[in-house]
Structures are given as C-alpha cells and as structure tokens.
C-alpha cells in the first residue's frame, strides 16, 4: 500500500518568511495529493491539492509541486503570517482508489 | 459546499460499554465514507472504507469485530466502538465522498469525536 513521508515535523518561522514542507510517496499509481491544515481539535481543512497531470499549482500565497518521477510534492506558503501557525498534512491517494493516506504532519509556527 | 456532521463530538465512557458515532452527509449523497483515527499530535490513521450496502474494508491491524461500521444509505455512515478500552480513547473523525465527484475530488470531513474510556 501508500506509504507517504513527511518533513520537517515541526517548523518555525518569523513572519512574513516563506514555510516549505516535503512528502514524499511510495506508489506510483497515486494521482491525487491534497494538503490540509489542521487546527486543535478541528477537522483537516483542504488548503490546496494537485493531480499527477499538474506540476505545479498556486493559490495566493499557497503553492503545491509535484514530481512524479521522484515521487514527492511539496507544499510552499510564501509571506507567512501567525494565522498560518497550525498542523499541515499532506496526503496521497492510494494507487487508483479513493483511499487518502496521510503524511505524519508538520507543525508550523509563525512569530510575530 | 458539501457538510458532514457527525455525532457525538465528544463522549465519555466506561470501559466495556460500546459507543456509536455517526457521519451524516447533510447536502450530497456519499457512496463512500471513510474512517480515520488520531492519537494526539500524530496523523489521520485510515481505519476503514465503508461504501453503502456493502461490507467495510478494514487496514491491515484494525479489529473488524472491535469497530463495526454500517453505512446503510447514501447519507448515513455509524462507526460502533465495542467494549470500549481506555487504550481506544481518540480523536475519530470520518470523511466522505461526494457521489458526483470525480476521483480525487470531494473529500469532506466530520467535525471529529473525541472518544474517552475510562
């Protein structure tokens, strides 16, 4: 099945500096790689995601890579601010299925 | 946009008594529901895939007979945690599918029961 990896699992930055976070997965047949944020005791929030037809993908200060020969997709938050302080996952569907495999997580903190 | 609303948000119960959570899809029809668990400051583990009318497919190490899933309509998809154990206290929280969605789109997720056994 999916295994999908995740790093760093926490981050700090100062505001207004750019967050960078990697997942790497293992199955090649995956097609689908959303990213969620995720506050304390709330659901995960789809932020943004990406299909394997699609290598990049930006949404303001949001922006998803993805290689598919290396098999990792990176999620970049540009002008980060003390709301943007959460946990962020990503996910991979599992081979062709609907099935979502989740990263271990990184926590981001942002100082003002 | 798409809602799921599961029940209870948060319970609290005795060891060896059994706890029903459920995942009503309120705007859409979900032809698949999924369940995941998380223990504090760790990740979303998939448990099961539950698809209307038929039985759910459990991962590798989940006990079937300890959580029962039904997902007996479109909209209406129970998780049963049976004779509870304080080491199944967690954050449960379910995730569906939108029936007109294409592959990889529209994930929603329940706002997640915290479960506690004591």
């Known amino acids: 099945g999916e295994n999908v990896e995740q790093h760093p699992s926490t981050l700090s930055v100062q505001e207004g500096d750019s967050a960078v976070i990697k997942c790497t997965y293992s199955?090649?047949?995956?097609?689908?790689f959303p990213w969620y944020k995720q506050e304390l005791g709330k659901r995960p929030q789809l932020i943004i995601d990406?299909?394997?037809?699609?290598g990049e993908k930006k949404d303001q200060r949001i922006a998803v890579t993805l290689n598919k020969t290396a098999k990792h997709f990176s999620l970049h938050i540009t002008e980060t601010q003390p709301e943007d302080s959460a946990v962020y996952f990503c996910?991979?569907?599992?081979?062709?299925?609907?099935?979502?495999?989740f990263g271990t997580g990184t926590r981001l903190q942002v100082f003002p | 946009g798409a809602v799921v609303s599961q029940h209870p948000s948060r319970v609290i119960c005795k060891s060896g008594t059994s706890v029903k959570i459920e995942c009503r899809s309120l705007?859409?029809?979900?032809?698949?529901m999924f369940w995941y668990r998380q223990f504090p400051k760790q990740s979303l583990m998939l448990m099961a895939t539950?698809?209307?009318?038929?039985?759910?497919?459990?991962e590798q190490g989940v006990e079937k007979d300890k959580f029962l899933i039904n997902h007996a309509s479109l909209t209406l998809s129970t998780l049963t945690v049976t004779s509870a154990h304080p080491e199944d206290s967690s954050f449960y929280i379910c995730?569906?599918?939108?029936?007109?969605?294409?592959?990889?789109?529209?994930?929603?997720f329940g706002s997640g029961t915290r479960l506690t056994v004591v």
């Open positions: 995730s569906a599918r939108d029936l007109g969605a294409g592959l990889g789109y529209g994930y929603t």
């Open positions: 199955d090649s047949a995956s097609n689908y």
């Open positions: 990406i299909r394997s037809n699609v």
């Open positions: 996910a991979a569907s599992e081979g062709n299925t609907d099935k979502l495999i």
């Open positions: 705007d859409f029809q979900a032809t698949t």
């Open positions: 539950s698809n209307e009318g038929s039985k759910a497919t459990y």
